[in-house]
């Protein structure tokens, strides 16, 4: 009875599918669609629906069965997982310091626009007896109401419970397209500029990092972890960034263009220092005499791409994720190049481009990333090309250094994918003391923007890159 | 025969009329072929043409070359203008900086096809830079902004100014720099801009340093290769009309700009404020929750908020307003002169503002048509300030009211904040309390001393520590002024 209960219980967790209307993930505006939503759609249970102890409530992880469920799920994401602190958060200082900076009618927990990713914000009549708004990011919200699989999903065939509203999780596209839902936005979730600068975090998004961040309540298969995490989360983001990019410009092409969020952070949020000549100081009755040089900042020294003093799109998004895209589908890279380029020329006009014509570009190019990321689902990650990948991140050092904070961030989190998959000389580099050294300085370098040095966290890159290619 | 020549010497230096074809603070694009410029100059406009001779042909000893200031005649004169300009004021060394390594790496930065040393767009500010058919035989590019920069061109005047009084030779072509205003206007030609010279973004994210004018401060820092007297504006009215001038010649260019920018880039940055965006962003992590071993969350310190959320916005939260330092230490005398162009020319520039931070969602020739009119109101104050005696009283509630703003003048960024510490040291000289000069009290003169570190590193305004330093400071003159 137990292995029954437990064979089936992996289903909740790994797994889902969720029909349209309902996703948590793509739901017409929350709160808003009450009417819309008939009788048939099925509700959300909540977490006392999962958290029995011979369910998914266990103190301990139990005996893994061959579908690898612990049992323990909702016990591990109650005490270690943030999503569950998520509605938490709004209660707290900095949250109320937002809420006053937004000039929100309402405390952040009671708002909207807070509550559509702190909580699995669906309409009252979806909220089933058990539900509560504060259980945060609880199970359902990535794995689909459960009202209609609650009671039978143990034992059943995957398929059918996908078609009774679990949501799929189990598919790496589909997982990535729920984390991107909030992690990078939807129709109805839009961390903007005017949200960060009251307070909120940045957003950053990369599905390999932040699954062993979070950590996985779910015993990871072989075939999901790793790269192909890295791989598939990379496309994602990128192809909804692209979205999220062309709503913004028919969303707020009428009160204020651009959206700066759509811009790197220190791509203007960087220091500004040396704005006083020092070639000349006044001697003896304010006499001028020759002095030091001036030194320039290292943006100076490094030049720019496009024109000086207007930033790129946000290039966290594809820079590191191109080598990849090279490595495995050269065909398509020009073509990704030449319409990502495109964009970025249309944003570097700032306010002065048409909205349409970067709706149009952006969604282009999100087209192409959509295409590709059929033929990359299925990519196998042979330590050969993790090689590879590895070697031309390293490489590409100076230029990943130069393209900001963000795109570094992105650079090492693939590095740390990509080591322990990778060999040199036929010896796997998953333990290997120099690597982890390595990324572990690299790490600290992107730890804090305000310490971030391009050049040392360069060098720190091209000494992987020699010792990988030695 | 000294006694002559120097009488009439004070008028090359200190006052001077350009007509406009040829005033190189007005001149048509240089961008222009000179030739077309030059016949423009000469022919339609039926003006006659004078030549610009340069420097040395007022360089003699006898003349303006002095080593030594000679004894001043009643006009003033020392003689020694040119070599106090040649050894001291930075204007000397405009041409040169053009060849120094910063001034290479910009024009790499800038794509430029040219050295700096030969582009118009540096030359036009960094040179006496005129169309070559009115350059004389002595005149050199190199010499930087040298003296007809300022003065006019001397053909006209040069014969003439010795003895035959400064009406003649403003007629004859000189500028006239006595004049506070049109002295304004000729700095702001290039410290602020004009039809033909802009200091935008690219040029400051290139290398460029920012652009900040304050007259008061700027004339003493040159430093003046005039003789001072009473009555010449220095101790406040400098200031003030520098201040008017700078936020109308602003204003103008913001409406210049949206027609130059509207099709290819716009908003151009550096119609804000610097550190508006360009400050640090820290605390982007959560640490509300940390892990234990077992990585188990568990309650973490409180999560910091930086200073400008903790402050707050008046506006949308992450919009920059335009760059407020033309007008937020400005406002303070115009509302003790004219109180009711006060609320006028609050409402034009909170236009100009709401439509700034629509960035470049907002109509360009509205934002154009916005601060034409602001600049209206600018222009309707000089006569206002020009003739402004700033008087002890004056001064002090000038001190007391810009003291009293502290919060929000260091909150409105480290560009308010320098205009800030310009004015203060314009007014506490000047200021008393119960009859005494406030200067003279140390714990003033200390803060001041303070407050003017802004104008080295205003970056460093940028952290909270020195923002609470700077607040303390202004609190500690304001608390003096008030206490009884």
Not at chain 2, 173 to 179: I, K, S
Not at chain 2, 262 to 275: L, R, S
């Amino acid at each position: 009875m137990r292995h029954l209960c437990a064979s089936a219980v992996v289903v909740v967790l790994i797994l889902g599918v969720l029909s349209p209307s309902l996703s948590v993930g793509q739901s017409s505006a929350p709160g808003q669609a009450t009417s819309s939503a008939g009788s048939s759609t099925p509700q959300y249970m909540g977490v006392g629906s999962c958290s029995a102890p011979q369910c998914h409530g266990s103190v301990r992880p139990l005996t893994t069965s061959k579908a690898g469920v612990r049992q323990n799920e909702y016990t591990h994401w109650v005490s270690v997982e943030k999503h569950a602190r998520a509605y938490e958060v709004l209660l707290k200082e900095r949250s109320v310091i937002m809420a006053k900076n937004l000039k929100l009618p309402e405390p952040a927990e009671q708002s909207d626009r807070c509550l559509v990713c702190h909580a699995m914000h669906v309409p009252k009549e979806l909220q089933g007896q058990k539900y509560q708004r504060e259980d945060g990011v609880s199970c359902e919200a990535c794995h689909g109401p459960a009202q209609v699989w609650l009671e039978n999903h143990v034992g059943r065939d995957y398929k059918d419970l996908l078609k009774e509203g679990m949501y799929d999780t189990r598919n790496l596209a589909k997982r990535a397209e729920k984390c991107a839902s909030c992690h990078i936005g939807d129709e109805t979730r839009n961390v903007d500029h005017e949200l960060i600068a009251a307070g909120h975090p940045d957003l950053v998004f990369e599905l390999d990092t932040f699954t062993s961040i979070l950590p996985p309540h779910w015993r990871v298969a072989q075939d999901e972890g790793g790269g192909k995490a890295w791989v598939v989360g990379q496309a994602v983001a990128l192809r909804e960034s692209l979205k999220r990019l062309a709503r913004r410009t028919q969303q707020q092409a009428a009160t204020t263009w651009p959206e700066f969020a759509e811009f790197e952070c220190f791509a203007c949020h960087h220091e500004v220092k040396n704005t006083k000549s020092t070639y000349y100081s006044r001697g003896a009755e304010k006499r001028l005499q020759p002095a030091g040089e001036w030194p320039a900042s290292w943006r100076e020294v490094r030049g720019y791409i496009g024109v000086a003093g207007l930033p790129p799109w946000n290039p966290a998004r594809h820079f590191v994720f191109r080598q990849f895209v090279q490595a495995t589908a050269p065909d398509v890279r020009a073509m990704l190049e030449q319409e990502l380029h495109n964009v970025d020329s249309l944003m570097a006009k700032v306010g002065a481009n048409n909205p349409a014509q970067i709706a149009a570009a952006a969604n282009r190019a999100a087209q192409t990333v959509d295409a590709l990321l059929g033929r990359i689902m299925d990519q196998k990650m042979e330590p050969n090309l993790a090689g590879t990948l590895l070697r031309n991140i390293a490489g590409d050092s100076a230029a990943i250094a130069g393209a900001g904070f963000r795109v570094a961030e992105q650079a090492v989190m693939a590095l740390q994918t990509f080591a322990p998959l990778a060999q040199k000389d036929g010896k796997p580099l998953k333990g290997d003391a120099f690597m982890n050294d390595a990324i572990d300085k690299l790490l600290s370098a992107v730890g804090k923007p305000a310490a971030y040095n391009p050049q040392q966290f360069s060098t720190q890159m091209q000494a992987i890159h020699s010792f990988l290619t030695r | 025969m000294r006694q002559l020549g120097a009488a009439a010497i004070v008028v090359l230096l200190v006052l001077g009329v350009l007509r406009p074809p040829h005033s190189v603070g007005q001149t048509p694009a240089p961008m222009a072929s000179s030739a077309a410029a030059s016949k423009a100059a000469g022919s339609s406009s039926g003006v006659q043409r004078y030549f610009y001779l340069g420097g040395e042909s007022c360089a003699s000893s006898g003349c303006h070359g002095s080593a030594t200031p000679r004894k001043a005649s009643r006009s003033g004169i020392l003689q020694n203008e040119h070599a106090q300009w040649l050894s001291k004021d930075k204007h000397a060394k405009a041409y040169e900086v053009l060849l120094k390594p910063r001034s290479l790496l910009m024009a790499k930065n800038l794509k430029m096809s040219t050295p700096p040393s030969q582009s118009e767009r540096c030359l036009v500010c960094h040179t006496l830079y005129v169309p070559k058919e009115v350059r004389g035989p002595t005149f050199k590019l190199e010499e930087g902004v040298s003296c007809e920069a300022c003065h006019g061109q001397s053909e006209g005047w040069l014969g003439l100014h010795i003895g035959h009084g400064h009406t003649a030779s403003l007629g004859a072509g000189m500028y006239d720099t006595r004049n506070l205003v049109k002295r304004a206007e000729k700095c702001a030609s290039c410290h602020i801009g004009d039809a033909t010279r802009n200091v935008d973004h690219e040029l400051i994210a290139a290398g460029h340093p920012d652009l900040v004018f304050d007259l008061e401060t700027y004339t003493n820092l040159m430093p003046q290769h005039w003789r001072t007297v009473p009555g010449d504006g220095i101790g406040g009215r400098a200031w003030a009309i520098g201040q008017v001038v700078a936020l109308r010649e602003s204003l103008k260019r913001l409406a210049q700009r949206t027609q130059q920018r509207a099709a290819t880039a716009w908003p151009e940055f550096a119609e804000f404020e610097c550190f508006a965006c360009h400050h640090d962003v820290n605390n982007i992590e959560s640490s509300y929750y940390r892990r234990d071993r077992d990585n188990r969350l568990q309650d973490g310190d409180k999560w910091d908020v930086s200073w400008r959320q903790q402050r707050g916005y008046s506006g949308v939260a992450g919009l920059p307003p335009w760059n407020p330092a033309r007008y937020f230490v400005l406002r303070q005398v115009v509302q003790a002169l004219a109180p009711e162009s006060r609320v006028a020319l609050d409402q034009e520039l909170n236009t100009v503002s709401s439509l700034m931070m629509q960035v470049g969602a907002s109509d360009p020739a509205k934002i154009a048509a916005a601060a034409n009119r602001a600049a209206q109101v600018a222009d309707s104050l000089l006569p206002r300030v020009a003739n402004l005696e700033i008087n002890a009283d004056l001064a002090s509630m000038m001190v007391r009211n810009i003291t009293s703003d502290s919060g929000s003048i260091a909150g409105a960024g480290p560009r308010v904040a320098e205009q800030a510490a310009m004015a203060l040291q314009t007014f506490v000289p000047v200021a008393r309390k119960a009859g005494r000069p406030l200067a003279q009290d140390a714990a003033v003169a200390g803060a001041l001393q303070k407050l003017a570190q802004v104008r080295d590193t205003p970056e460093a305004l940028n952290n909270r520590e020195q923002f609470e330093h700077f607040v303390t400071q202004m609190r500690a003159i304001h608390s003096f002024l008030t206490q009884p």
